[in-house]
Protein backbone atom coordinates (compact mmCIF):
# COMPACT_ATOMS: atom_id res chain seq x y z
CA UNK A 1 0.00 0.00 0.00
CA UNK A 2 1.52 3.35 -0.94
CA UNK A 3 1.91 6.42 1.34
CA UNK A 4 -0.88 8.40 2.41
CA UNK A 5 -1.98 11.81 0.58
CA UNK A 6 -3.07 14.69 1.78
CA UNK A 7 -6.98 16.34 0.43
CA UNK A 8 -8.18 19.04 1.15
CA UNK A 9 -11.89 19.58 -0.57
CA UNK A 10 -14.15 22.16 0.16
CA UNK A 11 -17.75 23.88 -1.36
CA UNK A 12 -19.06 27.31 -2.24
CA UNK A 13 -21.41 27.83 -4.19
CA UNK A 14 -22.24 24.00 -5.44
CA UNK A 15 -18.86 24.12 -6.41
CA UNK A 16 -16.73 21.76 -4.94
CA UNK A 17 -12.75 22.48 -4.94
CA UNK A 18 -10.81 19.36 -4.76
CA UNK A 19 -6.82 19.90 -3.88
CA UNK A 20 -4.74 16.40 -3.45
CA UNK A 21 -1.06 16.19 -2.80
CA UNK A 22 0.34 12.59 -3.14
CA UNK A 23 3.44 11.20 -1.68
CA UNK A 24 5.34 9.21 -4.57
CA UNK A 25 9.20 9.27 -6.36
CA UNK A 26 7.46 9.14 -9.43
CA UNK A 27 10.89 8.07 -10.65
CA UNK A 28 11.28 8.08 -14.36
CA UNK A 29 13.75 5.44 -15.32
CA UNK A 30 15.84 8.47 -16.40
CA UNK A 31 17.72 9.18 -13.48
CA UNK A 32 21.27 7.49 -12.19
CA UNK A 33 21.64 6.26 -8.52
CA UNK A 34 25.47 7.61 -6.99
CA UNK A 35 26.92 4.98 -7.95
CA UNK A 36 26.10 5.23 -11.98
CA UNK A 37 23.17 2.80 -12.04
CA UNK A 38 19.85 3.60 -13.45
CA UNK A 39 16.76 3.65 -11.57
CA UNK A 40 14.33 1.92 -12.77
CA UNK A 41 11.10 3.96 -13.89
CA UNK A 42 8.52 3.77 -10.93
CA UNK A 43 5.51 5.98 -11.37
CA UNK A 44 1.76 6.46 -10.56
CA UNK A 45 0.15 5.87 -14.25
CA UNK A 46 -3.29 5.72 -12.85
CA UNK A 47 -5.75 8.15 -11.01
CA UNK A 48 -9.29 7.73 -9.67
CA UNK A 49 -11.23 10.40 -8.04
CA UNK A 50 -14.63 9.72 -6.61
CA UNK A 51 -17.40 12.23 -4.99
CA UNK A 52 -19.76 10.31 -2.74
CA UNK A 53 -18.69 6.92 -4.43
CA UNK A 54 -19.42 8.52 -8.18
CA UNK A 55 -16.26 8.69 -10.42
CA UNK A 56 -16.06 12.27 -11.13
CA UNK A 57 -11.97 12.43 -12.82
CA UNK A 58 -9.89 9.44 -14.03
CA UNK A 59 -6.39 10.23 -15.18
CA UNK A 60 -3.92 8.43 -16.77
CA UNK A 61 -0.40 9.62 -16.42
CA UNK A 62 3.07 9.08 -17.31
CA UNK A 63 6.51 9.43 -15.65
CA UNK A 64 6.57 13.32 -16.28
CA UNK A 65 4.15 14.26 -13.64
CA UNK A 66 6.41 15.57 -10.76
CA UNK A 67 7.48 13.81 -7.23
CA UNK A 68 4.74 13.66 -4.86
CA UNK A 69 1.98 15.42 -7.44
CA UNK A 70 -0.34 17.58 -7.05
CA UNK A 71 -3.37 17.89 -8.71
CA UNK A 72 -6.65 20.61 -8.00
CA UNK A 73 -9.89 19.68 -9.91
CA UNK A 74 -13.49 21.03 -9.44
CA UNK A 75 -16.82 19.35 -9.38
CA UNK A 76 -20.12 20.84 -9.38
CA UNK A 77 -22.35 19.35 -6.31
CA UNK A 78 -20.90 17.93 -3.23
CA UNK A 79 -21.21 19.50 0.05
CA UNK A 80 -19.58 20.17 3.47
CA UNK A 81 -20.21 16.83 4.64
CA UNK A 82 -19.90 14.86 1.23
CA UNK A 83 -17.20 12.50 0.85
CA UNK A 84 -14.41 12.89 -1.74
CA UNK A 85 -11.80 10.10 -2.50
CA UNK A 86 -8.97 9.74 -4.56
CA UNK A 87 -7.18 6.31 -5.67
CA UNK A 88 -3.60 6.10 -7.06
CA UNK A 89 -2.30 2.68 -8.68
CA UNK A 90 1.46 2.81 -10.00
CA UNK A 91 3.52 0.84 -12.39
CA UNK A 92 4.44 -1.83 -9.59
CA UNK A 93 0.81 -2.15 -9.03
CA UNK A 94 1.15 -0.84 -5.78
CA UNK A 95 -2.17 1.06 -4.47
CA UNK A 96 -3.78 4.07 -2.59
CA UNK A 97 -6.67 5.32 -1.50
CA UNK A 98 -7.29 8.34 0.39
CA UNK A 99 -10.74 10.11 1.65
CA UNK A 100 -11.49 13.35 2.61
CA UNK A 101 -14.88 15.09 3.84
CA UNK A 102 -16.28 18.22 1.73
CA UNK A 103 -15.24 21.22 4.54
CA UNK B 1 -8.85 -37.38 3.66
CA UNK B 2 -5.97 -36.97 5.44
CA UNK B 3 -5.87 -32.79 6.77
CA UNK B 4 -2.86 -31.71 3.77
CA UNK B 5 -5.40 -32.41 1.21
CA UNK B 6 -8.49 -30.57 3.18
CA UNK B 7 -5.32 -27.25 4.43
CA UNK B 8 -4.94 -27.09 0.42
CA UNK B 9 -8.43 -27.46 -0.87
CA UNK B 10 -9.29 -24.73 1.68
CA UNK B 11 -6.59 -22.59 0.32
CA UNK B 12 -7.74 -23.10 -3.48
CA UNK B 13 -11.25 -22.31 -2.20
CA UNK B 14 -10.18 -19.20 -0.46
CA UNK B 15 -8.19 -17.94 -3.76
CA UNK B 16 -10.87 -18.32 -6.35
CA UNK B 17 -12.93 -16.67 -3.88
CA UNK B 18 -10.65 -13.88 -3.76
CA UNK B 19 -10.53 -13.87 -7.32
CA UNK B 20 -14.28 -14.04 -7.67
CA UNK B 21 -14.65 -10.76 -5.42
CA UNK B 22 -12.35 -8.85 -7.85
CA UNK B 23 -13.81 -9.72 -10.91
CA UNK B 24 -17.55 -8.35 -9.51
CA UNK B 25 -15.44 -5.32 -8.82
CA UNK B 26 -14.35 -4.63 -11.76
CA UNK B 27 -18.24 -5.68 -13.48
CA UNK B 28 -19.20 -2.39 -10.87
CA UNK B 29 -18.74 0.09 -14.18
CA UNK B 30 -18.18 3.46 -13.21
CA UNK B 31 -20.02 5.79 -15.30
CA UNK B 32 -16.58 7.08 -16.85
CA UNK B 33 -15.39 4.40 -19.22
CA UNK B 34 -12.51 2.83 -17.41
CA UNK B 35 -9.71 2.64 -19.72
CA UNK B 36 -6.56 1.03 -19.58
CA UNK B 37 -3.36 3.12 -19.38
CA UNK B 38 -2.16 3.75 -22.81
CA UNK B 39 1.03 2.74 -22.37
CA UNK B 40 2.03 3.02 -26.34
CA UNK B 41 0.78 7.14 -26.09
CA UNK B 42 2.93 7.65 -22.75
CA UNK B 43 6.06 6.60 -24.82
CA UNK B 44 5.68 8.48 -28.00
CA UNK B 45 8.59 10.65 -28.38
CA UNK B 46 7.42 13.62 -30.81
CA UNK B 47 3.94 15.75 -30.49
CA UNK B 48 3.22 14.27 -33.57
CA UNK B 49 3.71 10.72 -32.54
CA UNK B 50 1.54 11.37 -29.40
CA UNK B 51 -1.27 13.10 -31.24
CA UNK B 52 -1.41 9.87 -33.59
CA UNK B 53 -1.05 7.59 -30.73
CA UNK B 54 -4.16 9.46 -28.91
CA UNK B 55 -6.02 9.24 -32.41
CA UNK B 56 -5.71 13.18 -32.49
CA UNK B 57 -5.58 14.14 -35.89
CA UNK B 58 -4.88 18.26 -36.35
CA UNK B 59 -5.99 19.84 -33.28
CA UNK B 60 -7.64 23.42 -33.51
CA UNK B 61 -5.09 25.37 -31.41
CA UNK B 62 -7.64 28.01 -29.84
CA UNK B 63 -7.55 30.92 -27.65
CA UNK B 64 -10.57 28.89 -25.67
CA UNK B 65 -7.85 26.66 -24.18
CA UNK B 66 -6.16 28.87 -21.46
CA UNK B 67 -3.25 27.71 -20.37
CA UNK B 68 -1.19 29.30 -17.42
CA UNK B 69 2.09 28.46 -17.23
CA UNK B 70 5.40 30.21 -15.88
CA UNK B 71 7.44 32.02 -18.21
CA UNK B 72 10.56 30.56 -16.34
CA UNK B 73 11.12 27.49 -14.52
CA UNK B 74 13.99 27.55 -12.30
CA UNK B 75 13.34 23.70 -11.59
CA UNK B 76 12.24 21.92 -14.16
CA UNK B 77 11.12 18.84 -11.42
CA UNK B 78 8.28 20.62 -10.72
CA UNK B 79 6.71 23.42 -13.18
CA UNK B 80 3.08 24.16 -11.99
CA UNK B 81 0.62 23.95 -14.96
CA UNK B 82 -3.09 24.85 -15.16
CA UNK B 83 -5.23 24.29 -18.07
CA UNK B 84 -8.98 26.08 -18.44
CA UNK B 85 -10.93 25.17 -21.30
CA UNK B 86 -13.93 27.39 -22.33
CA UNK B 87 -15.20 25.25 -24.54
CA UNK B 88 -18.63 23.38 -23.90
CA UNK B 89 -18.98 19.93 -23.67
CA UNK B 90 -14.80 19.32 -22.64
CA UNK B 91 -14.16 15.66 -21.74
CA UNK B 92 -10.61 15.49 -21.53
CA UNK B 93 -7.66 17.74 -20.78
CA UNK B 94 -4.08 16.30 -21.12
CA UNK B 95 -0.74 18.02 -20.91
CA UNK B 96 2.28 17.41 -23.08
CA UNK B 97 6.06 18.87 -22.97
CA UNK B 98 7.24 19.01 -26.83
CA UNK B 99 10.88 18.60 -25.84
CA UNK B 100 10.44 15.83 -23.08
CA UNK B 101 12.01 12.08 -23.70
CA UNK B 102 8.31 11.38 -23.80
CA UNK B 103 6.08 14.06 -24.77
CA UNK B 104 2.73 13.16 -22.98
CA UNK B 105 2.75 13.53 -19.44
CA UNK B 106 -0.95 13.30 -18.40
CA UNK B 107 -4.36 13.20 -19.51
CA UNK B 108 -7.42 13.81 -17.62
CA UNK B 109 -10.80 12.37 -18.29
CA UNK B 110 -13.56 14.25 -16.64
CA UNK B 111 -17.37 13.20 -15.93
CA UNK B 112 -19.70 15.47 -16.99
CA UNK B 113 -20.12 17.60 -13.47
CA UNK B 114 -16.30 18.07 -13.41
CA UNK B 115 -15.03 21.44 -14.53
CA UNK B 116 -12.97 21.85 -17.49
CA UNK B 117 -10.15 23.15 -15.16
CA UNK B 118 -7.31 21.03 -14.13
CA UNK B 119 -3.95 21.87 -11.96
CA UNK B 120 -0.89 20.14 -11.39
CA UNK B 121 3.15 20.08 -11.75
CA UNK B 122 4.95 18.56 -14.26
CA UNK B 123 8.54 18.15 -14.92
CA UNK B 124 10.53 19.53 -17.71
CA UNK B 125 13.98 18.15 -19.51
CA UNK B 126 14.45 21.46 -20.48
CA UNK B 127 13.08 24.90 -22.35
CA UNK B 128 9.79 23.12 -24.16
CA UNK B 129 6.61 24.43 -25.78
CA UNK B 130 4.29 22.54 -23.38
CA UNK B 131 0.50 21.90 -25.30
CA UNK B 132 -2.71 21.79 -23.33
CA UNK B 133 -5.14 19.21 -25.52
CA UNK B 134 -8.65 19.41 -24.85
CA UNK B 135 -11.09 17.28 -26.30
CA UNK B 136 -14.56 18.50 -26.45
CA UNK B 137 -17.44 17.05 -28.39
CA UNK B 138 -15.16 14.43 -30.31
CA UNK B 139 -13.15 17.09 -31.42
CA UNK B 140 -9.17 18.36 -30.43
CA UNK B 141 -8.14 21.79 -29.56
CA UNK B 142 -5.04 23.26 -28.27
CA UNK B 143 -2.84 25.98 -26.93
CA UNK B 144 1.09 26.00 -26.02
CA UNK B 145 3.43 27.80 -24.62
CA UNK B 146 6.97 28.11 -23.91
CA UNK B 147 8.76 27.66 -20.65
CA UNK B 148 12.28 28.41 -20.49
CA UNK B 149 14.32 26.08 -17.98
CA UNK B 150 17.17 26.51 -15.80
CA UNK B 151 17.90 23.54 -14.57
CA UNK B 152 16.33 20.39 -16.29
CA UNK B 153 14.08 18.03 -14.10
CA UNK B 154 13.90 14.56 -16.17
CA UNK B 155 16.92 13.17 -14.03
CA UNK B 156 18.97 12.43 -17.01
Request: hydrophobic fraction near 40%.
Given at each position: MGLPMKIRATSKDGVTEVKVLMNHVMETGLRKDPSGELVPALFINEVTAKLNDKVVMQAQWGPAVARNPYLAFKVRGGKSGDKVSIAWKDTSGDTRTDEATII | MNLRYQASRRGFLRLTGFFGLATSALALAPRLALAAWNKAAFET????????????????????????????????????????????????????????????????????????????????????????????????YMAKKEIKVTLGGCGG
Open positions: - | KSLADAYKALGVESPIASGDVQLSVPEIAENGAVVPVEAISKIPNTTQISFMVEKNPTTLTAQFDLGPDTLPEISTRLKMAETSNVIALVKADGKF
